[in-house]
């Protein structure tokens, strides 16, 4: 398997599974316990970082369906305010962002990888990430994010991907199949499907994000709201890291470190 290299940190090929937690500065978002005021951002990043997150990935809107839009400037701002606040800390950063305006001022701080849910559909996008010589974070998508219905579509889908980061210059990145209701075609068992055959995405050859925390399916299932769906996210975790993935993307870094040392143990020889 093709590494992606993001700021030293090896993601894929004979790495361990990295951990990239998620620090939200939108208060839009659907897990409302997730959003962390400015003045803390600095302390949760390094939080994360001690109980065990390889990255940071940080968002300034919400990208969950039917969530209040914002506007690009507001975005902007929020972000550049966070990443004041990370600025010289060290740590791993990932900004997670469609807007090219956006980028262009994180560009003035230390950013170490762009995470583009629309996987580059828009090309002025993915030519400013790789004149930044920046490592991406690429999910599904053919005419908005998390547009293919289904496995087939999705494989399809990456393939798209795939051929639009060749066709920018983008050298290094992960792919991401979207679990989540992104679009109205989009159902649950759709997202059962995509867990289940999840081994699947890795036959292009490049590391694989998994991104379930959380998400609306689990909490269908379960009959929960965000903030009590941390144990059905472990659960599902816990079955996906069998197939393969080789970094996780967690609003719960600590649990999440958890089950990956105990899983380690049980498949010790």
């Given at each position: 398997m093709k590494t992606c290299?993001?700021?030293?940190?090896?993601i894929g090929g004979d790495?361990?599974?990295?951990?990239?937690?998620?620090?939200?500065?939108?208060?839009?978002?659907?897990?409302?316990?997730?959003?962390?005021?400015?003045?803390?951002?600095?302390a949760t990043a390094v939080a994360m970082i001690e109980q065990g997150a390889d990255m940071i990935d940080l968002g300034a809107r919400s990208t969950a369906p039917n969530t209040q839009?914002?506007?690009?400037?507001?975005?902007?701002?929020?972000?550049?305010?966070?990443?004041?606040?990370?600025?010289?800390s060290g740590i791993t950063?990932?900004?997670?962002?469609?807007?090219?305006?956006?980028?262009?001022?994180?560009?003035?701080?230390?950013?170490?990888?762009?995470?583009?849910?629309?996987?580059?559909?828009?090309?002025?996008?993915?030519?400013?990430?790789a004149d930044a010589g920046l490592p991406a974070f690429v999910m599904a998508a053919n005419r908005q994010p998390g547009d293919p219905v289904g496995v087939a579509e999705t494989l399809a889908s990456l393939e798209g991907v795939i051929k639009r980061c060749d066709e920018a210059g983008v050298k290094e990145y992960v792919l991401d199949p979207g679990v989540?209701?992104?679009?109205?075609?989009r159902s649950v068992e759709d997202d059962w499907e995509l867990c289940r055959h999840f081994e699947e995405f890795l036959k292009f050859d490049r590391p694989v994000l998994?991104?379930?925390?959380?998400?609306?399916?689990?909490?269908?299932?379960?009959?929960?709201?965000?903030?009590?769906?941390?144990?059905?996210?472990?659960?599902?975790?816990?079955?996906?890291?069998?197939?393969?993935p080789s970094i996780i993307r967690t609003h719960d870094v600590a649990a999440t470190r958890d089950i990956m040392k105990v899983r380690e143990r049980m498949t010790r020889p």
């Open positions: 290299t993001v700021n030293k940190l090896v790495a361990p599974v990295r951990v990239m937690g998620v620090i939200n500065v939108s208060n839009e978002s659907f897990y409302a316990n997730s959003y962390v005021p400015l003045e803390e951002v600095h839009a914002i506007s690009g400037k507001t975005e902007a701002e929020r972000v550049e305010a966070a990443l004041n606040e990370l600025d010289g950063v990932s900004v997670d962002t469609m807007h090219p305006g956006v980028l262009a001022v994180c560009l003035n701080h230390d950013v170490h990888a762009a995470n583009d849910i629309g996987g580059f559909i828009y090309p002025a996008y993915a030519k400013e990430v989540g209701i992104w679009t109205p075609m998994a991104a379930v925390s959380r998400k609306t399916f689990i909490g269908m299932l379960l009959n929960r709201y965000p903030e009590e769906r941390l144990p059905g996210t472990l659960a599902v975790t816990m079955e996906l890291l069998q197939k393969g």
